[in-house]
C-alpha cells in the first residue's frame, strides 16, 4: 500500500531556531499533501494544504509566515516552523493523497512531536 | 464549511461487547466519509470508509452506517477486543473540498 514517511519524528529545539519537517510520499505521487497540527488528547487541525509547484493554502488563524510550507515535488512537502516558540510545540503530522487514483483515502505520516525549550 | 460533530468523546466497553461511535455532519454535498483509529503516538490508520451512494458497508467486525437524510454516521465494532482500544476519528469531505475535516475523536478502552 502507499506509505508516506515522516521526517524528524521528534525534534527538540531552543526557542527563537527554526525547524523544518519532511513528508515523503514513497511509492506514490502526491500532488497534494496536507499539514495538520494535533494537541495531546485533541482532533487533527488542518493547517495548510500543500500544492506541488504552487503556494500552500493555509486555514484561517495559521500565519503563514511563521509555518512555511514548500511542495518542490510530487513526493516531498516540508513544514518549517520559523521561530519557534515554546507555544508551537505540538505533534505535526502530513498527509498525502494519491495523484492518480480518485479513492479519496488519505495516506499519513508517522508524526513529528515538536518540542520547543 | 463542513463541520463534523462526534460522540461520545469516551466509551468503555466489555472484551466481547460492540462499541457504536456516532458522527453528524452539516455539508450536505459531503460525499467522503472515512474512519481512523489512532493508537498514542502514532499515525492514524484507516480503517473502513463509506461514500454517499452506500448506505452500509462491513469489513469482518467493524461495519459503518451512512443516513444522507439526517446527516449523520455511525461505526460499529462488534466482538470488541483490547486491541481495539484507541482513538477514533470520524471525517468528512464534501462537494469541491479537497480537504477532511475531521471529528473531535473517541477515545475507546476495551476492558479485558
Known amino acids: 500500500g502507499a506509505v508516506v514517511s515522516q521526517h524528524p519524528s521528534r525534534v527538540i529545539c531552543k526557542s527563537g531556531t527554526s525547524v523544518k519537517i519532511e513528508c515523503r510520499s514513497l511509492?506514490?505521487?502526491?500532488?497534494?499533501m496536507f499539514w495538520y497540527r494535533q494537541f495531546p488528547k485533541q482532533s487533527l487541525m488542518l493547517m495548510a494544504t500543500?500544492?506541488?509547484?504552487?503556494?500552500?493554502?493555509?486555514e484561517q488563524g495559521v500565519e503563514k509566515d511563521k509555518f512555511l510550507i514548500n511542495h518542490a515535488s510530487l513526493t516531498l512537502s516540508t513544514l518549517t516552523v520559523t521561530s519557534a516558540h515554546p507555544e508551537d510545540s505540538s505533534f505535526y503530522i502530513c498527509?498525502?493523497?494519491?495523484?492518480?487514483?480518485?479513492?479519496?483515502?488519505?495516506?499519513f505520516g508517522e508524526g513529528s512531536r515538536l518540542t520547543v525549550l | 464549511g463542513e463541520n463534523v460533530e462526534q460522540h461520545p468523546s469516551t466509551l468503555s466497553v466489555q472484551e466481547g461487547d460492540s462499541a457504536v461511535i456516532k458522527c453528524t455532519y452539516s455539508d450536505s454535498a459531503s460525499n467522503y466519509f472515512p474512519w481512523y483509529k489512532q493508537e498514542l503516538g502514532k499515525r492514524p490508520q484507516l480503517i473502513i470508509d463509506i461514500r454517499s451512494n452506500v448506505g452500509e458497508k462491513k469489513d469482518q467486525r467493524i461495519a459503518v452506517t451512512l443516513n444522507k437524510t439526517a446527516k449523520h454516521f455511525s461505526l460499529h465494532i462488534t466482538e470488541t477486543q483490547p486491541e481495539d482500544s484507541a482513538v477514533y476519528f470520524c471525517?468528512?469531505?464534501?462537494?469541491?473540498?479537497?480537504?477532511?475535516?475531521f471529528g473531535s475523536g473517541t477515545q475507546l478502552t476495551v476492558l479485558p
Open positions: 511509492d506514490f505521487q502526491a500532488t497534494t
Open positions: 471525517a468528512a469531505r464534501g462537494g469541491s473540498a479537497r480537504q477532511l475535516t
Open positions: 500543500s500544492n506541488e509547484g504552487s503556494k500552500a493554502t493555509y
Open positions: 498527509s498525502a493523497k494519491e495523484t492518480y487514483r480518485n479513492t479519496g483515502e488519505l495516506f
